[in-house]
């Protein structure tokens, strides 16, 4: 049965499911979605690059900056590093081969913990990480079993977990995650300091569509998939309110109810530590300006899809990050959101104070130098990748001035 089959299999016995069922369905169905399968998605011959893909410099970079955290946490003789959606582990490699190299005390109490759905890609990341598997330096969380109802609504739209419930928000600096939200197990205790990253996570979430006809429904007719409108939930009401705009006509947002949920669950788990989200995405005042509605996108072969529905499982689909949203979820868990930088002030600030020499080490020849400029360039400028990604920082248990003076938020200050 290919995923199209099952998909209209589901709708014919549920009824129309929420957009964000079927986006779930075309990434996360465990043998048939995008992410499930075991046909290469990254790099050149895939259909997306990563910044891990460019170079190692990018987790080379992230690598000074976690260390830098650590410092700030008073070099405590553990420390753990939780990455969400770590892919083939590329960066984990990067962060740890380096971090062993230049920072060995970091390292030293430096455990990676690994969250990842994909089956496929758990696998790969046992093997390009197995050195550090063997030393006991990395993990693998355990799985949990995806939700297996067939019937999902707009309040009941998440891959991870059976959830009915409201998010219930509560007064900031108190834990708030949903009653039966993401569950997001770390290695070790909750008093060990903690380091949360995510770099194009947040993106591949369902998402809810809301135009002024309503909430987005799939349906089908004669095997072929069919738009259809829905009373929009009370929540998805309450999010754009919030946190975004109401569409014009003829327009369409998207309301990123899952995203809400992680970064709920994400921000309860750092008790001390930072946050880092790195993602494409925008801020409320972006889309009230105008920009930024209907940023749900498919990716082919490098290419932009023209159809959201013409591929079911072959083609990746994101919606950029609503980046006002999950700066309040962290601090509604009691974490401090520092102001948004792009990724090209990020990694400026990181390594400017020794001229990006993480980048050419190594390079003898002219030739490999200048290669390895033009792959940074594509990392930190507006002509490459540098001004399309945006960072977000938050921190917990750390004094303010210091969370401040980190090296990837200090880019352009005097007197760091």
Not at 51 to 80: N, Y
Request: glycine share 8%; charged share 20%.
């Amino acid at each position: 049965m290919s995923l199209r089959e099952k998909i209209v299999n589901e709708i014919r016995q549920c009824g129309p499911i929420p957009f964000s069922r079927y986006m779930e369905l075309c990434l996360y169905d465990p043998e048939l979605g995008y992410y499930s399968r075991k046909a290469e998605r990254f790099g050149k011959a895939g259909d997306f690059y990563t910044s891990s893909d460019v170079h190692a410099v990018f987790g080379r970079l992230l690598a000074r900056q976690f260390e830098e955290m650590w410092r700030v946490l008073g070099r405590p003789q553990q420390i753990e590093i939780l990455e969400l959606g770590p892919g083939r582990g590329l960066f984990a490699q990067d962060v740890l081969d380096w971090s062993e190299k230049k920072f060995p005390q970091f390292f030293a109490a430096l455990h990676y913990s690994l969250e990842e759905r994909s089956p496929a890609l758990r696998e790969r990341l046992q093997v390009t990480l197995a050195r550090h598997f063997s030393a006991g330096k990395v993990s693998l969380s355990q799985r949990l079993k995806p939700r297996c109802s067939a019937v999902a609504d707009a309040t009941d739209a998440a891959p991870f977990h059976e959830s009915t419930d409201s998010l219930n928000p509560t007064e900031k600096g108190t834990s708030a995650v949903p009653a039966s939200g993401p569950v997001l197990p770390r290695a070790f205790a909750p008093e060990v300091p903690l380091i949360i990253f995510a770099n194009e996570f947040f993106d591949a979430l369902p998402v809810e569509v809301l135009s002024s006809q309503g909430s987005l429904r799939v349906s089908e007719q004669e095997g072929r998939f069919l738009e259809t409108w829905a009373q929009p939930s009370e929540r998805e009401i309450g999010f754009v309110d919030r946190y975004s705009v109401r569409p014009e006509p003829g327009e369409r947002v998207e309301c990123p109810l899952l995203a809400q949920e992680y970064m709920l669950a994400i921000s309860s788990l750092v008790t001390r530590g930072f946050l880092v989200v790195i993602d494409y995405g925008y801020t409320r005042r972006e889309q009230i300006a105008g920009r930024h509605r209907g940023t749900l996108t498919a990716y082919r072969q490098h290419s932009v899809s023209a159809n959201l529905y013409e591929a079911p499982g072959e083609q990746d689909i994101t919606a950029h990050v609503n980046f006002t949203a999950l700066a309040a979820a962290a601090e509604q868990n009691g974490m401090l959101a520092q102001p948004q930088v792009t990724q090209s002030q990020f990694l400026m600030g990181i390594g400017e104070s020794n001229q990006f020499a993480d980048a050419f080490e190594g390079c003898r020849l002219p030739q490999e130098r200048a290669k390895v400029a033009l792959q940074l360039k594509h990392l930190v400028t507006p002509a490459g990748v540098g001004e399309s990604f945006q960072v977000l920082v938050g921190s917990r248990g750390v004094e303010t001035a210091q969370g401040v003076r980190l090296s990837g938020l200090s880019f352009g200050q005097s007197g760091r």
